[in-house]
């Protein structure tokens, strides 16, 4: 009865905790060969800017909460080195992984060439429907200079029953976009199959009490 | 008793309601009529006294089965009859791989004594064992002390952790992959069971894990770090020699973006190369992961300083490759391993210090696989640079052309020509400092030859006379007599 009590006067309120929306951690990983944006595509999820004025020392590793209307989800999103070198070591980094981004460069053909390795990669690795893979051809603002056509993109994308969308992360042009359909991809997927069950709620208080403050201002602004 | 009085009481003394020890605050019936600062007094103390039993008892336990396994040696006849034949099986084990175990010599743990802890006497370096022990007490102590605030649960956890510790004493011959499960088994069920208990508040399960987690690897370390029964030590070996034989791989090589002329940046890669290799001397998962933490961090710096913007993966990876190819750090593998074996495995998939484990395996796979076209080089150089027969170390490029024309001057030679030029130099500045030491000297000796004499003149010119002591006052004072005379105390009325 004693020991009841000082639990509840311990720390936060329980309601908190219950009243809190369901808060899944998403763990999303970007591929691709080096020079295709990941990183800038990476900063764009998180901050609204091309180059982060903000001293962030790196951006290898970032975070974004991602509001939807019955849950709130954690973007924990792992930058991988490009060059091909490190391509062999690279599965590590997507394992247990709920979204992986496979980014090409428009306006380099070779860049989708590599895109479409680490596809096959991908494929080995995992069951179609357990981990959510969008096909990102980046820089659409160098269109002038567009050497992989929208169709040819979207047609690869189509045959693997992936999603497909081209962003520019210089400009922001669909980026947000791009962070809210994989939202609710994994959510979905997160309800049918096992996915996300590992991590159930998981980290739910650690955001809601570390980053509530700023939980609004962080959401994307974009209405789910 | 004023627990029961306290219980039924319609009418209670407001000396009852004080604190038994008397230090003035309110005491309560939940802590036998204590103040909650008194009652964490007592209680510390009574968990001191169980804690020093347990220890008594294990020291017992273990001398009981050090005498066994004494009487067996000596009776060398079944020893597949006992339960310690294991441990035969380890000592020829042992001796075959002496070879390759040179360096368990130094490390604390003596595999004549495999208790868990106290090998008091017994142990190679009793100064190591007596830190590691008062190290596991401490930790017991915080461990205690943080339950202590969970009150009843608190000693259910504690009761739990102890049992499970005493049910892995006896699973030690179980390979390293049972009791990674046995472990992550029991992290499980508690999470589970926490989870029940703060009704879904993961924050506070995770809080509670983490100490349990501290708690538990820090008595089982010993036993499950790189066990007899893994290869491990065979691949800490391995790995050690690889990154020795890969001693020159250079900055440019590897393309990484940090110039190491600008002090600040070098004193983020001696941080960085510093905390790597600190990684060996935790005991705790999660204290190994914080070393990685702060390691990657130390890199992202640097390079933010060299490059002025962010670091991306493309440009952290090949810089951790080289801050782990300059630190070598120790038991490499085991430490990925152990990490990978009892750390929760929810940090490690995901989360930053997941995110930083992860780049550091892909860094150890990497040196592993690391061949002449990830360094950018001609296979006949990487078989020269590995073989030792050259070394690319100063590779100016206003040196080899030097050598093309035929100057004759290799890079190895400029180097020694360098290093003799600095020698010349050494040994002019080393007579320097001999020649201002012995003008020292001699400044010394005629400083004291003229203190002394100094000394001596003034001596001379006063010379010492004893004179007889003033007499004393009272004696025979002639002028006694025109003092006033003492003051006489008086008696005034009331």
Redesign the interface.
């Given at each position: 009865m004693?020991?009841e009590r000082?639990?509840s006067s311990?720390?936060e309120s329980?309601l908190e905790?219950?009243v809190g929306p369901r808060l899944l951690?998403v763990?999303m990983v970007?591929l691709g060969g080096?020079g295709v944006g990941?990183?800038s595509l990476?900063?764009r999820f998180c901050k609204d800017e091309f180059?982060?004025s903000t001293p962030?020392?790196?951006?290898?590793?970032l975070t974004q909460v991602v509001c939807l209307h019955d849950s709130t989800l954690r973007f924990?999103i792992?930058?991988?080195?490009?060059?091909e070198?490190?391509h062999?070591?690279?599965p590590?980094?997507y394992?247990?992984a709920h979204a992986a981004l496979v980014v090409y460069d428009i306006s380099k053909k070779e860049s989708f060439m590599r895109a479409q390795l680490w596809l096959k990669e991908l494929e080995k690795q995992y069951i179609p429907g357990e981990t959510v893979v969008v096909l990102v051809g980046n820089k659409a603002d160098l269109s002038d200079t567009r050497q992989v056509p929208l169709q040819v993109g979207y047609r690869l994308a189509e045959s693997k029953g992936l999603l497909f969308i081209e962003t520019s992360a210089k400009s922001g042009e669909q980026v947000s976009e791009l962070l809210m359909t994989i939202a609710h991809r994994v959510k979905q997927s997160s309800s049918e199959v096992r996915g996300l069950i590992e991590?159930p709620?998981?980290?739910?208080?650690?955001v809601l009490?570390g980053e509530r403050s700023s939980l609004l201002g962080a959401c994307c602004s974009v209405g789910s | 008793m004023s627990q029961k009085s306290e219980r039924r009481g319609i009418h209670v003394d407001q000396s009852e309601l004080l604190c038994k020890k008397g230090c003035g605050y309110y005491g309560n019936a939940a802590w036998q009529g204590l103040c909650s600062k008194c009652w964490r007094e007592e209680y510390q103390r009574a968990r001191q006294k169980q804690i020093q039993e347990d220890w008594a008892l294990a020291e017992k336990l273990q001398r009981e089965e050090e005498a066994a396994y004494a009487s067996i040696q000596g009776a060398q006849s079944q020893p597949s009859l006992t339960p310690f034949s294991k441990f035969e099986e380890k000592k020829t084990n042992e001796k075959t791989r002496k070879v390759t175990t040179v360096k368990k010599f130094f490390s604390p743990s003596s595999r004549t004594a495999p208790k868990k802890e106290s090998h008091e006497g017994k142990a190679p370096s009793p100064s190591i064992t007596r830190q590691s022990s008062i190290e596991t007490d401490r930790v017991s102590r915080d461990f205690v002390d943080f339950l202590k605030n969970l009150q009843k649960p608190g000693r259910e956890i504690h009761k739990q952790c102890r049992a499970f510790i005493e049910n892995m004493a006896n699973k030690k011959d179980l390979g390293a992959d049972e009791l990674s499960e046995c472990v992550q088994d029991f992290y499980q069920n508690m999470s589970d069971r926490l989870m029940t208990h703060f009704k879904g508040s993961t924050e506070r399960v995770e809080r509670v894990m983490d100490q349990v987690e501290k708690y538990i690897m820090t008595r089982l370390y010993k036993n499950v770090f790189c066990p007899e029964t893994t290869d491990d030590e065979k691949k800490d070996l391995a790995t050690q020699h690889r990154i020795r034989a890969l001693h020159w791989v250079t900055i440019q090589m590897l393309c990484v973006p940090v110039d190491e002329e600008i002090p600040e940046v070098s004193d983020n890669v001696v941080k960085a190369i510093t905390d790597v290799i600190e990684m060996d001397s935790k005991r705790v998962p999660r204290d190994k992961l914080a070393c990685i933490t702060r390691c990657s961090k130390h890199i992202f710096n640097a390079i933010k300083i060299t490059k002025n913007e962010p670091a991306s993966a493309d440009d952290f990876l090949p810089t951790l490759i080289y801050i782990v190819l300059k630190a070598n750090p120790p038991r490499l593998q085991s430490n990925i391993q152990y990490i990978t074996r009892f750390c929760n495995p929810s940090r490690l998939m995901t989360g930053e210090d997941g995110y930083y484990f992860t780049n550091l395996c892909c860094a150890v796979a990497f040196i592993e696989k690391l061949d002449a076209q990830s360094l950018n080089l001609s296979a006949e150089d990487f078989e020269r640079y590995m073989s030792g027969q050259a070394s690319p170390r100063k590779q100016e490029p206003e040196v080899w052309p030097q050598e093309d024309a035929g100057a004759g001057r290799s890079p190895g030679l400029t180097q020694v020509y360098q290093s003799l030029d600095l020698l010349t130099g050494l040994g002019a500045r080393q007579d320097r400092v001999l020649e201002g030491a012995r003008s020292l000297e001699s400044d010394l000796i005629s400083w004291q030859e003229s203190v002394e004499r100094e000394v001596q003149e003034i001596l001379e010119k006063y010379p010492l006379e004893i004179r007889t002591p003033a007499s004393a006052i009272d004696s025979d004072n002639v002028e006694n007599d025109r003092l006033p005379p003492p003051l006489q105390p008086q008696v005034f009325a009331g």
């Amino acid at each position: 009865m004693m020991a009841e009590r000082r639990l509840s006067s311990l720390g936060e309120s329980p309601l908190e905790v219950e009243v809190g929306p369901r808060l899944l951690r998403v763990k999303m990983v970007l591929l691709g060969g080096s020079g295709v944006g990941k990183s800038s595509l990476a900063l764009r999820f998180c901050k609204d800017e091309f180059k982060a004025s903000t001293p962030t020392v790196g951006c290898a590793y970032l975070t974004q909460v991602v509001c939807l209307h019955d849950s709130t989800l954690r973007f924990e999103i792992w930058d991988t080195a490009g060059e091909e070198k490190y391509h062999s070591v690279t599965p590590l980094y997507y394992r247990g992984a709920h979204a992986a981004l496979v980014v090409y460069d428009i306006s380099k053909k070779e860049s989708f060439m590599r895109a479409q390795l680490w596809l096959k990669e991908l494929e080995k690795q995992y069951i179609p429907g357990e981990t959510v893979v969008v096909l990102v051809g980046n820089k659409a603002d160098l269109s002038d200079t567009r050497q992989v056509p929208l169709q040819v993109g979207y047609r690869l994308a189509e045959s693997k029953g992936l999603l497909f969308i081209e962003t520019s992360a210089k400009s922001g042009e669909q980026v947000s976009e791009l962070l809210m359909t994989i939202a609710h991809r994994v959510k979905q997927s997160s309800s049918e199959v096992r996915g996300l069950i590992e991590w159930p709620e998981a980290e739910c208080v650690g955001v809601l009490q570390g980053e509530r403050s700023s939980l609004l201002g962080a959401c994307c602004s974009v209405g789910s | 008793m004023s627990q029961k009085s306290e219980r039924r009481g319609i009418h209670v003394d407001q000396s009852e309601l004080l604190c038994k020890k008397g230090c003035g605050y309110y005491g309560n019936a939940a802590w036998q009529g204590l103040c909650s600062k008194c009652w964490r007094e007592e209680y510390q103390r009574a968990r001191q006294k169980q804690i020093q039993e347990d220890w008594a008892l294990a020291e017992k336990l273990q001398r009981e089965e050090e005498a066994a396994y004494a009487s067996i040696q000596g009776a060398q006849s079944q020893p597949s009859l006992t339960p310690f034949s294991k441990f035969e099986e380890k000592k020829t084990n042992e001796k075959t791989r002496k070879v390759t175990t040179v360096k368990k010599f130094f490390s604390p743990s003596s595999r004549t004594a495999p208790k868990k802890e106290s090998h008091e006497g017994k142990a190679p370096s009793p100064s190591i064992t007596r830190q590691s022990s008062i190290e596991t007490d401490r930790v017991s102590r915080d461990f205690v002390d943080f339950l202590k605030n969970l009150q009843k649960p608190g000693r259910e956890i504690h009761k739990q952790c102890r049992a499970f510790i005493e049910n892995m004493a006896n699973k030690k011959d179980l390979g390293a992959d049972e009791l990674s499960e046995c472990v992550q088994d029991f992290y499980q069920n508690m999470s589970d069971r926490l989870m029940t208990h703060f009704k879904g508040s993961t924050e506070r399960v995770e809080r509670v894990m983490d100490q349990v987690e501290k708690y538990i690897m820090t008595r089982l370390y010993k036993n499950v770090f790189c066990p007899e029964t893994t290869d491990d030590e065979k691949k800490d070996l391995a790995t050690q020699h690889r990154i020795r034989a890969l001693h020159w791989v250079t900055i440019q090589m590897l393309c990484v973006p940090v110039d190491e002329e600008i002090p600040e940046v070098s004193d983020n890669v001696v941080k960085a190369i510093t905390d790597v290799i600190e990684m060996d001397s935790k005991r705790v998962p999660r204290d190994k992961l914080a070393c990685i933490t702060r390691c990657s961090k130390h890199i992202f710096n640097a390079i933010k300083i060299t490059k002025n913007e962010p670091a991306s993966a493309d440009d952290f990876l090949p810089t951790l490759i080289y801050i782990v190819l300059k630190a070598n750090p120790p038991r490499l593998q085991s430490n990925i391993q152990y990490i990978t074996r009892f750390c929760n495995p929810s940090r490690l998939m995901t989360g930053e210090d997941g995110y930083y484990f992860t780049n550091l395996c892909c860094a150890v796979a990497f040196i592993e696989k690391l061949d002449a076209q990830s360094l950018n080089l001609s296979a006949e150089d990487f078989e020269r640079y590995m073989s030792g027969q050259a070394s690319p170390r100063k590779q100016e490029p206003e040196v080899w052309p030097q050598e093309d024309a035929g100057a004759g001057r290799s890079p190895g030679l400029t180097q020694v020509y360098q290093s003799l030029d600095l020698l010349t130099g050494l040994g002019a500045r080393q007579d320097r400092v001999l020649e201002g030491a012995r003008s020292l000297e001699s400044d010394l000796i005629s400083w004291q030859e003229s203190v002394e004499r100094e000394v001596q003149e003034i001596l001379e010119k006063y010379p010492l006379e004893i004179r007889t002591p003033a007499s004393a006052i009272d004696s025979d004072n002639v002028e006694n007599d025109r003092l006033p005379p003492p003051l006489q105390p008086q008696v005034f009325a009331g």
